[in-house]
């Protein structure tokens, strides 16, 4: 991933340069500006003072959402010591986050074994779809290895589910004494169940993302999913590039 030497979000949200790296970035840092955790190429103004940059509390924006989960970790967490789960956390939300990142998403938060990303804000992009799709199979490949750097044996079951849906969500901040920066409506609850539907090194989408895609990629499986909390049945597509499986070594 490249990067840049002023806050994309910033810049392209504002046309405000924001400096996030080298000498110049100093006055920044001490008026508390520093780089977000969502993505490097952002400041913690993309984050904190949403409202004052939007000049509202809630924005509703076209984006897709990807949620990903580690499968077998709960299992996992009773048969081995916590400084291995560490180590395998560690690993995940670092290999989801360059993921992500290097397709130009954000990482708005990570539950445990699960992980919320976000595309087309505040770094706006035409493919956001093809880019979250992207970013869900470089997620898979990524992953392959965990199994084997923290030195799990085949005995163990290890995978990542990851389900994408895309449509109009709300974006902004919640909350008045703990805010949060966060996306919230009916795209991000599918997102979450067709996530859940999907099985460990599955990627699964809808036909929103489907039809975005045009062809671009394989599908293996149509499921009709009848999902916790939706009251229509939704079609799930499980997806692979060029014909290829992901399943974990
Ligand atoms: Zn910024």
Redesign the pocket.
């Known amino acids: 991933m490249k990067t840049t030497t002023i806050?994309?979000?910033?810049w392209e949200q504002m046309h405000v340069p924001?400096v996030i790296r080298g000498p110049f970035s100093i006055p920044y840092r001490l008026m508390g500006i520093h780089k977000?955790q969502m993505h490097p190429n952002?400041?913690?103004?993309?984050e904190s003072s949403f409202t004052k940059v939007k000049k509202q509390k809630q924005i509703v924006i076209d984006t897709t959402i990807l949620f990903a989960d580690l499968r077998g970790y709960t299992h996992l967490s009773q048969e081995i010591d916590d400084a291995r789960i560490n180590e395998l956390l560690h690993l995940f939300y670092d290999e989801c986050s360059k993921a992500v990142w290097e397709m130009e998403g954000i990482v708005n938060k990570f539950i445990g074994d699960a992980v919320l990303a976000v595309f087309n804000f505040?770094m706006v992009r035409n493919n956001h779809v093809q880019n979250a799709v992207e970013a869900a199979f470089q997620l898979q490949k990524r992953c392959l290895n965990i199994k084997k750097e923290i030195g799990l044996g085949e005995e163990h079951s290890l995978g990542v589910g990851i389900g994408v849906h895309t449509g109009h969500c709300s974006l902004g901040e919640v909350g008045t004494s703990y805010k949060d920066f966060t996306v919230i409506g009916s795209v991000v609850n599918i997102a979450s169940r067709i996530q859940n539907a999907a099985g460990s090194g599955e990627i699964l989408v809808t036909d929103e993302v489907l039809s975005a895609l045009n062809n671009s990629i394989t599908v293996t499986e149509k499921r009709v999913l009848n999902l916790k909390g939706i009251d229509k049945a939704i079609n799930g597509y499980t997806i692979s590039q060029n014909g290829t499986a992901n399943t974990m070594a």
């Open positions: 806050c994309q979000g910033c924001i977000s952002l400041c913690t103004i993309c505040p």
